[in-house]
Nanobody
């Protein structure tokens, strides 16, 4: 069992930066794939980024490549999403996800989810 708690969301102007954190509980965190998804009002939840274990390979949606960076600190049981050059279209609730064998872009293949944190980018 893994429990996830996101933090770090907020209001930022276009071009600004935020860093989201996801704190995980559970002894096997370090062996899980970790991901970030987002959901804007009236839209489906969509894949943003994922990081694999143990090689820490990363994967990104085309819309965020070069602006968002996922990383993990296994010693702290935490995964991060550094968000730079933010745009109004990045406005959404951001969710952390964990699974030991998820297909990255398929939200239905992730077993564990956090409660989400709101990110709002003003124009």
């Amino acid at each position: 069992q893994v429990q996830l708690v996101e933090s770090g969301g907020g209001l930022v102007q276009t071009g600004g930066s935020l860093r989201l954190s996801c704190a995980a509980s559970g002894r096997t965190f370090s062996t899980y794939r970790m991901g970030w998804f987002r959901q804007a009002p009236g839209k489906e939840r969509e894949f943003v980024a994922a990081i694999r274990w143990p090689d820490a390979n990363t994967y990104y949606a085309d819309s965020v490549k070069g602006r968002l960076t996922i990383s993990r600190d296994n010693a702290k049981n935490t995964v991060y999403l550094q968000m730079n050059s933010l745009k109004p279209e990045d406005t959404a609730v951001y969710y952390c996800a964990a699974d030991n064998r998820a297909i990255y872009v398929n939200k239905d293949s992730w077993a564990y989810w956090g409660q989400g944190t709101q990110v709002t980018v003003s124009s």
